[in-house]
């Protein structure tokens, strides 16, 4: 079992920036793959970007790439979603999740069987 809690949401102006940790407990995380995704009222969760276990492998989705960077610290057991140049569209619930994987990354939301409960982004314009 892999328990998930998200930290960092909040509110924002447009080209600003704010840091997303997903910090876990629970044994082995270090050997998942974990991946950020975000879901904006009335449209459907999408994937925003993940990080294979090392840490050595990102992916990110078209519309964040550049702008937004994945990495993690398995001594401390935290993944952060470094996100700068926000603008309003990132406005949604950004919840983290991990997903056992061969080492490689994850895009599928279906292969995610661990999630946290999500955290508020607001970008004013």
């Known amino acids: 079992q892999v328990q998930l809690v998200e930290s960092g949401g909040g509110l924002v102006q447009a080209g600003g920036s704010l840091r997303l940790s997903c910090a876990a407990s629970?044994?082995?995380?270090?050997?998942?793959?974990v991946g950020w995704f975000r879901q904006a009222p009335g449209k459907a969760r999408e994937f925003v970007a993940a990080?294979?276990?090392?840490?050595?492998?990102?992916y990110y989705a078209d519309s964040v790439k550049g702008r937004f960077t994945i990495s993690r610290d398995n001594a401390k057991n935290t993944v952060y979603l470094q996100m700068n140049s926000l603008k309003p569209d990132d406005t949604a619930v950004y919840s983290c999740?991990?997903?056992?994987?061969?080492?490689?990354?994850?895009?599928?939301?279906?292969?995610?069987?661990?999630w946290g409960q999500g955290a508020q982004v607001t970008v004013s314009s």
């Open positions: 990080v294979n276990w090392t840490g050595g492998r990102t």
């Open positions: 629970g044994r082995s995380f270090s050997t998942y793959a």
């Open positions: 999740a991990a997903a056992a994987s061969g080492g490689g990354i994850v895009t599928l939301t279906s292969l995610y069987a661990y």
